[in-house]
């Protein structure tokens, strides 16, 4: 649908749009234009966008893992090689993923808005913001959640609410890309709150977001997650590109110890905490070992890993008992 300043207008139009130049917006914006036009409820139209595109990506995001988890071929950059997920246990995970995306992230979805709007934030108004400005906001959002999440998840690691809220979460020593938002309902609005949290703050302080810069930091969120518990790392993950970025690598470890690298998007925090210290021993040993082999062949290199792994992985369930206040099975 495009627009110039003589097309007629729908009575909607005559009340958001009435001082708008149609002919200087972008495509982008006219599409903007055309979908508040088309529901003709601000409220409805901003809340069924937001939930349609958590949707969207989370599950797009979703499907190139389980295609990759579907090919032998990768199986070489999968961090915990011996543990592809059955399409029993993706089932079993989407199911309640959807389950808490309509019971629990569909209010807190449609609800967000009319706060954030409240506060100063921007949902059907048009031009769209600089790209300078809207990627300074997504930054601040990044370092906000990273925050938040990183204490957050600290305390949820604390007997009773691991065991009554994030032993959900840790169902998987080996995650896979849609067990990103596998967690208890408590978890996913404890843990939201960093995500939504940042944009309320700076709405608050500022007066000055649009929601648009809010779905590119909540897509590139969704990314984040999804990502970092898809269980592989490739030579151009974004942790090789950036050493500071926490990635698969650093989150699976997370699963697999159960403790250590407790942050989302950065490494900063849990370095500076000295939380990612049993992370850190383990890469040592892995390269001390790999070292003393001498150019160890492939079959001797995967022998080394499973050992460390294994190793890791009782250590790790040991940690989780302790966290739960009971003994651990012989």
Known sequence: MSFNSTAPVHQTAAFLYANTNFSKLNWLEQQWVAWYLWIGNPAIATGLMSFLMHEIVYFGRCVPWMIIDAIPYFRQWKLQPGKVPTKQEQWECTKLVLFTHFTVELPQIWFFHPLAEYMGLSTWQVPFPPLKTMLGQIALFFVFEDAFHYFAHQALHYGPLYRNIHKMHHKYSAPFGLAAEYAHPLEVLILGTGTIGGPLLYCYFTRDLHILTVY???????????????????????????????????????????????????????????????????????????????????????????????????????????????????
């Open 216 to 330: 590119i930091w909540v897509t590139l969120r969704l990314f984040q997650a999804v990502d970092a518990h898809s269980g592989y790392d490739f030579p151009w993950s974004l942790r090789n590109i950036l050493p500071f970025w926490s990635g698969a690598e650093h989150h699976d470890f997370h699963h697999m110890a159960f403790t250590n690298n407790f942050s989302t998007s950065f490494r900063w925090l849990d370095y500076l905490f000295g939380t990612d210290d049993k992370y850190r021993e383990y890469r040592a040993k892995l390269a001390k070992a790999k070292a003393a082999l001498k150019n160890p062949s492939k079959e001797e290199t995967k022998r080394l890993e499973a050992d460390l792994l294994k190793q890791t992985e009782i250590e790790g369930e040991r940690a989780e008992a302790a966290a739960e206040g009971r003994s651990l099975k012989a």
